[in-house]
């Protein structure tokens, strides 16, 4: 049972608008979620967290929503630009454990076109 | 600052083979991590260290071995290689707060034959 998911394989947007990454989880003892960012043929790259003690956390063009009675997280980016075009991780981590242990989801691809 | 460094980049293996992957990081941090992505899938941690002297499994750790060799450098093993474990080995670092970043290491692509 995959306890985190990104549905969407892939997403392709044009540049200038919004692209909006969606990630579903199972587990009630998630509370830190993460997002990572990935270029080919390089590691990943952290992106951007939020605690469950939040809804809302924004940094710059990213801004990253938590609905908790959903199990819902969703990743924005606004403007998106072509250099955004990269594999992004979704992944969760229980109460006091190391964000290190935790699981992720399979991936979605943003495609940004100019 | 080289951050995290991995080597080798790439590698072939024949079945039975043996190998180690190396990690080291230069940003004094106490935990340690390897991972492995496949094909269309997130990564998976097959160990971790929390710091020097200790190792723990993590989801998927059957087949492999590791060693904190020091604070700076986490090595995995492979014993006897199979065709499964073909795939993107991701070496990470962090420092011990629970909460804090990962930074991870430009990985090593496997291909066992």
């Known amino acids: 049972d995959q306890q985190v998911k990104q549905n969407s394989p892939s997403l392709s947007v044009q540049e200038g608008r919004i692209s909006i990454l969606n990630c579903d989880y199972t587990?009630?003892?998630?509370?830190?979620f993460l997002w990572y960012k990935k270029y080919p043929a390089e590691g990943p790259t952290f992106l951007i967290s939020?605690?469950?003690?939040?809804d809302k956390n924004e940094d710059g063009r990213f801004t990253v929503f938590l609905n908790k009675s959903a199990k819902h997280l969703s990743l924005h980016i606004v403007p998106s630009q072509p250099g955004d075009s990269a594999v992004y991780f979704c992944a969760a981590s229980p109460v006091n454990t190391n964000a290190g242990k935790s699981t992720f989801g399979d991936g979605t691809t943003l495609t940004v076109k100019p | 600052n080289a951050g995290v460094t991995q080597t080798p980049k790439f590698q072939v293996l024949k079945t039975g083979q043996s190998m180690t992957l190396q990690c080291a990081q230069d940003m004094n941090h106490n935990s340690m991590y390897w991972y492995r992505q496949d094909p269309g899938m997130g990564l998976r941690l097959i160990y971790y260290s929390a710091s020097e002297g200790t190792t723990d499994k993590g989801e998927v750790p059957n087949g492999y071995n590791v060693s904190r060799l020091n604070k700076r450098e986490f090595s995995l093993r492979l014993e006897s290689a199979a065709p499964s474990q073909t795939s993107v080995y991701f070496c990470?670092?962090?420092?011990?707060?629970?909460?804090?970043?990962?930074?991870f290491g430009p990985g090593t692509r496997l291909l066992v034959l």
């Open positions: 587990n009630s003892m998630f509370d830190y």
């Open positions: 939020i605690s469950s003690i939040k």
């Open positions: 990470a670092s962090s420092a011990p707060d629970w909460q804090e970043t990962q930074y």
